[in-house]
């Protein structure tokens, strides 16, 4: 058998074998595989859950608890009573009697923040707003004052320091018939205060009041400068002339004064 018969015979032999495989895919033939849809298979994602719906529900206030009911307890009267009277009284305490005192007379002692006696400067200036001041030095070893020939009224005792410290009593009275001994000036630190005068007066009066007590009552002359001592905070200054219903009020102001500072005024009457 020569080449190209052996050729021929096997392509017909293969071409039948691809008939029968096609056939038995294919019954219906070509026809039915060219309708033959492909099968797509379509997925569709899960449905989503929906959210709860949360209801907000407002708590009941909760009623504060009830105060518990105080227990009172009762007082036997007749036990007490019999108890509280078989107690001994209590001692009664006498005050000291003042000490005596001479007639217009005020005496003490200067002591600093220690209890010490210190030498100060003392003054006597009358409540009502007189002229009359004494000044005397209390003693350099024990720190006593004393003043004496005062007269009836009532009396405001101050003492100060060169170094600034300042002490004050007010409402001490005396009479005709005694004085007041025993009294005790504590310094504390103060403000100093320089008052300056001058104008067409040669002299004049100058009242220093301090929380409504007067605490300087002093002559002030022309073209000269007074140095005192006043508890720091708000002093008022009338200077003046004359005394009695002749009194004239020159000028007066109020001043705010620093303890540890220089306080300076002046006063120029015409």
Same mark, same amino acid.
């Given at each position: 058998m020569s080449t190209q018969v052996k050729a021929a015979v096997a392509l017909v032999v293969v071409s039948g074998i691809a008939w029968v495989v096609w056939?038995?895919?294919?019954?219906?033939?070509? !026809? %039915?595989?060219a309708e033959a849809p492909s099968e797509i298979q379509v997925v569709r994602p899960a449905p989503e859950p929906k959210p709860e719906r949360v209801q907000?529900?407002?708590?009941?206030?909760?009623?504060?608890p009830p105060a518990p009911t105080p227990r009172v307890r009762k007082r036997d009267t007749a036990a007490t009573t019999a108890q509280e009277t078989s107690r001994p009284a209590p001692e009664r305490v006498v005050a000291p009697p003042p000490q005596p005192a001479a007639p217009g007379t005020?005496?003490?002692i200067v002591v600093d923040v220690n209890?010490?006696?210190? !030498? %100060?400067?003392?003054a006597a200036v009358r409540a009502s707003g007189s002229l009359r001041m004494t000044t005397e030095r209390s003693d350099e070893q024990k720190g006593k004052f004393e003043f004496t020939n005062?007269?009836?009224?009532?009396?405001?005792?101050t003492a100060s320091t060169k170094a600034?410290?300042?002490?004050?009593?007010?409402?001490v009275r005396i009479d005709s018939t005694q004085g007041v001994a025993g009294l005790r000036l504590t310094l504390e630190q103060g403000a100093p205060l320089k008052i300056t005068f001058?104008?067409?007066?040669?002299?004049?009066?100058?009242?220093?009041?301090?929380?409504?007590?007067?605490?300087h009552d002093f002559t002030l002359r022309k073209g000269q400068t007074a140095e005192i001592t006043v508890p720091p905070g708000m002093v008022f200054l009338q200077v003046y002339g004359g005394a009695g219903a002749d009194r004239t009020v020159y000028e007066e102001r109020s001043l705010s004064v620093f303890s540890g500072e220089e306080n300076e005024t002046t006063f120029v009457i015409r």
């Amino acid at each position: 058998m020569s080449t190209q018969v052996k050729a021929a015979v096997a392509l017909v032999v293969v071409s039948g074998i691809a008939w029968v495989v096609w056939s038995s895919a294919f019954p219906g033939g070509p !026809d %039915a595989a060219a309708e033959a849809p492909s099968e797509i298979q379509v997925v569709r994602p899960a449905p989503e859950p929906k959210p709860e719906r949360v209801q907000l529900v407002t708590p009941e206030p909760v009623p504060d608890p009830p105060a518990p009911t105080p227990r009172v307890r009762k007082r036997d009267t007749a036990a007490t009573t019999a108890q509280e009277t078989s107690r001994p009284a209590p001692e009664r305490v006498v005050a000291p009697p003042p000490q005596p005192a001479a007639p217009g007379t005020i005496s003490g002692i200067v002591v600093d923040v220690n209890g010490q006696p210190a !030498d %100060a400067s003392v003054a006597a200036v009358r409540a009502s707003g007189s002229l009359r001041m004494t000044t005397e030095r209390s003693d350099e070893q024990k720190g006593k004052f004393e003043f004496t020939n005062l007269g009836d009224g009532e009396f405001t005792i101050t003492a100060s320091t060169k170094a600034g410290q300042v002490a004050i009593q007010g409402g001490v009275r005396i009479d005709s018939t005694q004085g007041v001994a025993g009294l005790r000036l504590t310094l504390e630190q103060g403000a100093p205060l320089k008052i300056t005068f001058d104008g067409s007066h040669d002299t004049a009066r100058c009242a220093v009041t301090s929380n409504s007590v007067l605490i300087h009552d002093f002559t002030l002359r022309k073209g000269q400068t007074a140095e005192i001592t006043v508890p720091p905070g708000m002093v008022f200054l009338q200077v003046y002339g004359g005394a009695g219903a002749d009194r004239t009020v020159y000028e007066e102001r109020s001043l705010s004064v620093f303890s540890g500072e220089e306080n300076e005024t002046t006063f120029v009457i015409r």
